[in-house]
């Protein structure tokens, strides 16, 4: 995304300290809000650079695999206020995924060559720290691999040394993540980052490991006597979660605004309200990406920014909901915006399918 944001009015010390007034703000509103303009002013920052990074990613994911997804997305107010509580020695300035692509692709071959293309050439960036969830999944059950690229140009050097981080994963690994995304929001729960209650935990850890069985990867966390037992412990938590059943019905009772069908790449704001549900999407060209942001940041300041705790008494018709959301996602199509991001629409079908397909293949296995 380009915004005409093109320096920052904050120091780097004024942004790391507006993270630590958010996350001990409680119910101090204006502290928090002077902290949030520090924030967004921080987030706005990283769009110029981050719209290079994905133009990099474009080319190079469609080399690999012609129908590749790629989208780009600025991270959520929630998500960064939840990474610095979790992670406390963390400082705004150092957070490597506040802008961040992420690319679809067809196999686990084509993210490794996608990965290896990084590493083989120079460009705007520098590959600076490597995550691979895909040899080494979280404990979650997230699979995926992340490169964190630190911005290089002669051209705009005031952008150098920001941090953007690069998702690749399967079709396969973005069903689970969808599956995870969508029932965390609807029991606003953040299942990703291993909190939430126990039973919907130990299903997703399953169905990871059921998934990672099906993509035949070329190293596997699973010993093959296990098959049996992942598919009945799959079935008898879906007995008692109810999961393809209320997954099913989450989809069935969406209304969302599917009525837009813009051709062009722009930019797309989804506001995610679970309890209805109800999607709202606005589209924006990119000739008004200004007007985007200043949408996204007043919608952000609708929602409660702590999963579970009361919001800023900004908005009082909205708190202590926390299963609503917002994002800001640059995407080639409302087409590849829908596939990019299903969860926004409570679309699990390809993880229901998958795993119906495992738990009955292999649930008589030893």
């Known amino acids: 995304m380009v915004t005409s944001r093109s320096s920052n009015k904050y120091s780097r010390t004024r942004v790391d300290k507006a993270g630590r007034e958010l996350v ?33 990613l474009k080319q190079k994911s469609r080399r690999v695999y012609k129908d590749a997804l790629v989208v780009q997305r600025l991270k959520r107010a929630r998500s960064i206020l939840s990474k610095l509580i979790r992670e406390p020695s963390m ?35 520098e590959v600076v720290h490597i995550d ?16 964190v690229l630190k911005y290089k140009s002669k051209k705009y050097p005031e952008f150098n040394n920001l941090l953007l981080e690069v998702q690749i994963r399967t079709h396969t690994q973005h069903s689970w993540a969808t599956a995870v995304e969508t029932v965390g ?14 039973t919907w935990l130990s299903y997703f850890q399953y169905a990871s490991l059921a998934l990672e069985y099906m993509e035949r990867p070329m190293f596997t966390t699973i010993i093959p006597q296990s ?39 722009g930019y797309f704001l989804l506001v995610l309200l679970p309890a209805q549900p109800e999607l709202q999407i606005f589209y924006f060209s990119k000739r008004n990406t200004d007007d985007a942001y200043r949408e996204y940041e007043r919608f952000e300041r609708m929602l409660p920014l702590r999963v ?11 708190a202590n909901y926390s299963g609503a ?42």
Request: no cysteine; net charge neutral; hydrophobic share 35%.
């Open 24 to 56: 001990l703000a409680g119910d101090d509103q204006g502290g928090a809000e002077a902290a949030l303009d520090a924030l967004n002013e921080w987030r706005s920052f990283h769009t110029f650079p981050l719209n290079s990074i994905t133009v990099v």
């Open 91 to 125: 400082r705004l300035t150092q957070m490597q995924d506040i802008g961040g692509g992420r690319a679809v692709l067809d196999s686990i071959d084509s993210v490794y060559q996608l990965k290896d293309s990084y590493l083989n050439n120079k460009g705007q960036y």
């Open 132 to 147: 691979d969830y895909i040899r080494a999944p979280k404990i979650s059950g997230y699979r995926s691999l992340h490169l």
């Open 185 to 198: 929001a609807v029991l606003g729960q953040a299942f990703k980052s291993s909190e939430g209650e126990e």
């Open 227 to 265: 098959l049996g037992v992942i598919a009945r412990h799959l079935a008898a938590l879906d007995r008692k979660l109810q999961v393809a059943k209320k997954l099913n019905s989450y989809r069935a009772a969406l209304r969302a605004s599917e009525n837009l069908s813009p051709k062009k790449d």
């Open 308 to 318: 579970g705790d009361r919001q800023l008494p900004l908005f009082p018709e909205l």
């Open 325 to 366: 959301q917002a994002v800001l996602v640059g995407a080639e199509s409302f087409k590849s915006l829908r596939e990019s991001y299903p969860n926004y629409y409570l679309d699990t079908e390809h993880f229901l399918s998958s795993i119906e397909q495992f738990v009955q293949r292999y649930r008589r296995a030893p």
